[in-house]
């Protein structure tokens, strides 16, 4: 059975980092593509980092600069850093994986692509 459980969430101040974790069971994450999605009250879940199996990185405008996506294949763990907060990071975030493909560049924005979801974490940043 898989399992990604997140851990890291949790309420800031502006200007404050905050490390979120992923950890996977039942399925490697090395060399897998890893998406964290993140979603405000009454908008859509929007993707806001990914690491393809081959290792590009992709982020959305909202977060460029300020937020790094990794992996940890010893602990079989993804990682989203994310530093110089602001009010408008305030949502719920998820991580979510899936096999890799024929193009290790690959990395959809597409949430019906991802098949392992983690149970989502609050995210909370005071101004």
Do not use: H
């Amino acid at each position: 059975q898989v399992q990604l459980v997140e851990s890291g969430g949790g309420l800031v101040q502006s200007g404050e980092s905050l490390r979120l974790s992923c950890s996977a069971s039942g399925f490697s994450l090395d060399r897998a593509v890893i998406g964290w999605f993140r979603q405000a009250p009454g908008k859509e879940r929007e993707r806001i980092a990914c690491l393809s199996s081959g290792g590009a990185t992709y982020y959305a405008d909202s977060v460029k600069g300020r937020f790094t996506i990794s992996r940890d294949n010893v602990s079989n763990t993804g990682i989203l850093q994310m530093s110089m907060m602001n009010p408008v990071d305030t949502a719920v975030y998820y991580c979510a994986t899936l096999s890799a493909r024929r193009d290790p560049l690959w990395c959809p924005t597409d949430t019906s692509e991802y098949i392992y979801w983690g149970q989502g974490s609050q995210v909370t940043v005071s101004s």
